[in-house]
């Protein structure tokens, strides 16, 4: 928690985010947040409330590719095509999809979806992550070296009530 700061950046001007997330420690972008430490607590007041969730499953067959160019990499047209083009392969039409750039460390990026502080999520990355229609998963990383960038695609149970793809594949808990 030493980490989270209060955001330099903001003034009685400007808005956004309150707080930032920064760790020396780790080569990485400072992460900005909205309420910083309350966001946290709140989060682990959830997870208290909370029943067990299934296991997640990893499925290779869910991994998405991201493109080489950093620049592409947030981008909304480039990661939709890919969502449809694995949605079709697949046969599947439920599907749940959220991305991550910044820290290095997976354990801190876990942490940041987890608590989703960020504005511009709105909670979507949690949601994801704790959903209980999501049995499967693929989760495909590429780093710059500075920066690592995370797509995770979530398979979701289908409207005729499976929780697999069309394909045979393995998968394994996470």
Known sequence: MQFIKTNPSITENVQ????????????????????GW??????????????PLKPLLFNPHLCL????????????????KL???????????????HFDIGYLNAEISAIIQL???????KGLRRKNILNEDALQVG?????????NCTYIFFLKTQNDGTTTTSQNVSSSNI
């Open 16 to 35: 956004g985010n309150n707080f930032i997330y920064e760790n020396t420690n780790f080569k990485g972008p400072k992460i900005l947040l909205n309420q």
């Open 38 to 51: 309350t966001k946290l607590c709140k989060f682990a007041d959830i997870l208290k409330k909370m029943s």
């Open 65 to 80: 590719s991201i493109p080489k160019l950093k620049s592409e990499w947030a981008k909304k047209e480039v990661f939709m």
């Open 83 to 97: 969502i449809s083009d694995k949605k079709h392969e697949l046969g599947v039409s439920k599907v749940a999809f």
């Open 115 to 121: 608590v989703d502080d960020n504005t511009a999520f």
């Open 139 to 147: 989760i495909t990383n590429l780093s710059d070296g500075l920066k």
